[in-house]
C-alpha cells in the first residue's frame, strides 16, 4: 500500500452555537477507522483570517497556508446558509491559491430541506477556480438537526457511512494520483 494521505477536514461555520462541531466529531470518528489516511481539523474560528488575500502578512494565514500545504486532500464541512455557503468559509478559501491545487476535495453537507446541497454546487465553481478536484460523490444531511443525538452520535448511520467511505475512498485514489503526478511534474508549469 502507498504512504497514507493527509487529509485536511476544514469546518465550514464559524457560528456561535454552531453544528459544525457535531459533524465534525462524527467525521473525524470516521476517518480514524480507516488505516490508509492520517487527518487534521482546519478550524477558521481559531485563525485570525482578517480578509481574503494570500499575500496579507498575516499570522492566521500563514498558519492556514502552512496547514492546506501539508494536506493531500480536503474534506469540507459546510452548512448552506441562504442557498449559499458561509461567508467565513469563503474567507478561508480565498486566503490560499497554490496550497489548493491538484488535490482533491470532498463535501460533506448539511442545512434544511436541500442538505446543503446548494451550497456544494456552487464550491465545486470556486474549487474549479483553484485548480482543485471536487469528488463526485458527496455526504449530504437533510434537516440536520433531526439526525444527531444529544451525545453527538448520529440516529440511522448506516446510509451516512456508507456515502462517506465512498466519497473518501474517491478522495483516496485522486490524492494518491496527484500527489505522485505533483513529483514528477510540477503543476505550475501548466497552470
Ligand atoms: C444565516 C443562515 C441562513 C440559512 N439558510 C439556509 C438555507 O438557505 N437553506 C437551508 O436548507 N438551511 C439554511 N439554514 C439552516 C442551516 O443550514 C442550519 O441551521 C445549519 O445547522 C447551520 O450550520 P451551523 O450550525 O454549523 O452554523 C440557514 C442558517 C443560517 C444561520
Known amino acids: 500500500m502507498s504512504d497514507p494521505i493527509h487529509v485536511a477536514v476544514i469546518l465550514g461555520s464559524t457560528r456561535e452555537g454552531r453544528l459544525c462541531d457535531t459533524l465534525a466529531a462524527w467525521v473525524a470518528g470516521?476517518?480514524?477507522?480507516?488505516?490508509?489516511?492520517?487527518?487534521?481539523l482546519i478550524d477558521p474560528a481559531s485563525l485570525d483570517l482578517p480578509g481574503c488575500h494570500e499575500n496579507q502578512a498575516n499570522e492566521g494565514i500563514r498558519r492556514l497556508r502552512d496547514q492546506l500545504d501539508r494536506a493531500d486532500a480536503f474534506v469540507v464541512l459546510t452548512p448552506e446558509y441562504n442557498h449559499s455557503f458561509p461567508a467565513a468559509l469563503k474567507f478561508l478559501i480565498d486566503s490560499s491559491y497554490a496550497e489548493w491545487q491538484t488535490k482533491p476535495v470532498g463535501f460533506v453537507s448539511y442545512g434544511g430541506i436541500s442538505g446543503g446541497l446548494r451550497a456544494v454546487e456552487q464550491l465545486r465553481q470556486v474549487f474549479a477556480e483553484l485548480h482543485a478536484v471536487t469528488v463526485r460523490d458527496s455526504v449530504s444531511f437533510i434537516n440536520v438537526w433531526e439526525q444527531f443525538a444529544d451525545d453527538g452520535s448520529l440516529i440511522g448511520p448506516d446510509r451516512a457511512?456508507?456515502?462517506?467511505?465512498?466519497?473518501?475512498?474517491?478522495?483516496?485514489?485522486?490524492?494518491?494520483?496527484?500527489?505522485?503526478?505533483?513529483?514528477?511534474?510540477p503543476y505550475r508549469e501548466v497552470a
Open 30 to 40: 470516521e476517518l480514524d477507522k480507516r488505516h490508509d489516511l492520517t487527518f487534521s
Open 161 to 185: 457511512v456508507a456515502a462517506l467511505q465512498r466519497m473518501v475512498s474517491q478522495l483516496h485514489w485522486w490524492a494518491t494520483a496527484t500527489r505522485a503526478a505533483r513529483k514528477t511534474a
